[in-house]
């Protein structure tokens, strides 16, 4: 069973158009978070939630609004597509939000991926 | 502020050779050290992470990590290097007051027959 799943996997679509990128988690994790790996392969996060409740927000140019309908899934939707928004997006989840406060150590599990191009 | 340098864009090594990925961290507080792995076209896989206790950390796959306060470093090794580990390697600093991962540009691992 995949831990953490996307879709789509390939996404291609026009500057100005809106897309949205899903993301589920199996791992009955509190935490999710979008990050975004650039052409350098650069990985940044974008935002992480806890339990649905936003809680890192980096930033984030606010075309990109994160949605999580229960703490199983966390969307990206991405409004008014931009040539610099062509990358991958990776979804992750960690089992808690406070593991690295406590010191226990929660790693996060990545998703595949979704490569946007926008052209 | 918060960084992680990995300073070899590109290793190519022979199969069967030993290997050593360095990575050097900017923190001011206790680190949490992690070295994921990406192969094309797939998503980030934890190798190994260190928390607190023994310095020298074991992971999957058979790689290895080593923390050293003095350096700021947490170099990956592995003895005998396989075909199936040419991939993408990435550092990442755990911020211990947030959720935060900050990642390293990372390596990427070549490897000949």
């Known amino acids: 069973d995949t831990a953490v799943s996307q879709t789509p996997k390939y996404l291609v679509t026009q500057m100005g158009n809106d897309k949205s990128i899903k993301c589920e988690q199996n791992l009955g994790h509190d935490t999710m978070y979008w990050y975004k790996q650039d052409s350098k392969k650069f990985l940044k996060i974008m935002f992480s939630?806890?339990?649905?409740?936003?809680?890192i927000n980096e930033t984030v140019p606010n075309r990109f609004s994160p949605k999580s309908p229960d703490k199983a899934h966390l969307n990206l939707h991405i409004n008014s597509l931009e040539l610099g928004d062509s990358a991958v997006y990776f979804c992750a989840s960690s089992q808690d939000l406070l593991g690295i406060y406590r010191g226990l150590g929660y790693e996060q599990y990545f998703g595949p991926g979704t490569r946007l191009t926008v052209t | 502020a918060q960084s992680v340098t990995q300073p070899d864009i590109h290793i190519t090594v022979s199969e069967g050779a030993s290997l050593e990925l360095r990575c050097n961290y900017s923190y001011g507080a206790t680190p949490y050290l992690f070295w994921y792995v990406q192969s094309p076209g797939q998503g980030l896989q934890l190798l190994l992470k260190y928390f607190s206790g023994d310095t020298l950390v074991q992971g999957i796959k058979g790689f290895e990590a080593e923390f050293k306060r003095s350096q700021s470093s947490f170099n990956l090794r592995k003895p005998s290097v396989h075909w199936s580990d040419a991939a993408e390697y990435f550092c990442?600093?755990?911020?211990?007051?947030?959720?935060?991962?900050?990642f390293g540009t990372g390596t990427r691992l070549q490897v000949f027959p």
């Open positions: 990442a600093v755990g911020l211990y007051n947030t959720d935060k991962l900050i």
């Open positions: 939630y806890n339990n649905k409740e936003l809680i």
